[in-house]
């Protein structure tokens, strides 16, 4: 028996929501899990590349996979082993780029090895597993449940989530460079302390975003992409971010520039013709700089996961 799971990309952060908010993307990965048929056969783990995805070659193909990890974890949760089973990843989703490729093959392989198992977790064992294996939920909600999502690790371990409608119109233009950036660098350059009225700044931002998504107050919005916590200190390594945030700032139509995720990926959230109106000059920023970009914009994706 078979069981293979569709699950969109994601971009977390959005500027101030820190490991917290996060959005899905139309944009897939497959995950297929299945029993294999001659005991003792082990793990086995296959990549298949449906687009251009980058790097899919540094994936570990052994227990060191994340897939392996979180369906090794759900198993343990109801007191089992895992022994011999085959992991089929289709790549759709660009790998070490800030779109959430990760979370999207880990929350796949736990809903897959959930439905072969008769399902025995539930949503919220799943999202805590997958956060676990992750580290942050931002990614892992919105890949599960499609959307907007807010997302927060409780004390005890739980993950809460909450889904706010994103207006449609307000589009998602992805800048995909041609180079990758790995999380754990990209985490590696934050502060371990902040200045207290830099937390009060992204306090307040956050609290505010949520306020315009959920009145689809654009011009609120356009106030609420900035950040304090990690883009300036990720600023460095994501070429043409600071450009970016330059060109587009009180741009007719533009509501912000924000680093998607852990980046190098920047996003533009726009209405209207707004990007459109900047696309030349974002090309030639890229140009300068002398780093292809793969543009692409889309509306949110609401479905989240789905079991083919
Ligand atoms: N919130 C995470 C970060 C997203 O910014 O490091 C990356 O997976």
Redesign the pocket.
Known sequence: MKVSVRVPATT??LGPG???L?LALPVYNEITVEETVMPGSGIEINIIEDSETYDVLSIPKDENNIVYKAIELLYNFIGQSVSDIKITIKTNIPVTR?L?S??SVIVGGLIAANELLGKPADDAVLLSIASEV???P??VAPAMFGGFCISSIEDDGSVSYSKIYWPEDWKLTVLIPDYELD?GI??SV?PENVPFFDAAYNIRKCAMLIDAVYRRDSELMKKCLKDKL?QPY?EELIKGFKELTQLTENKEDILGCV?S???PTILIISQNKGFEKIENEVNQIFNDLNVNVDIRTYTIENKGSLVL
């Open positions: 977390a952060n820190f490991d917290c996060g800030g959430g990760s979370a992750e580290g942050h931002d990614n999380t990209a985490r934050l990690h990720r680093i995720g852990a980046g």
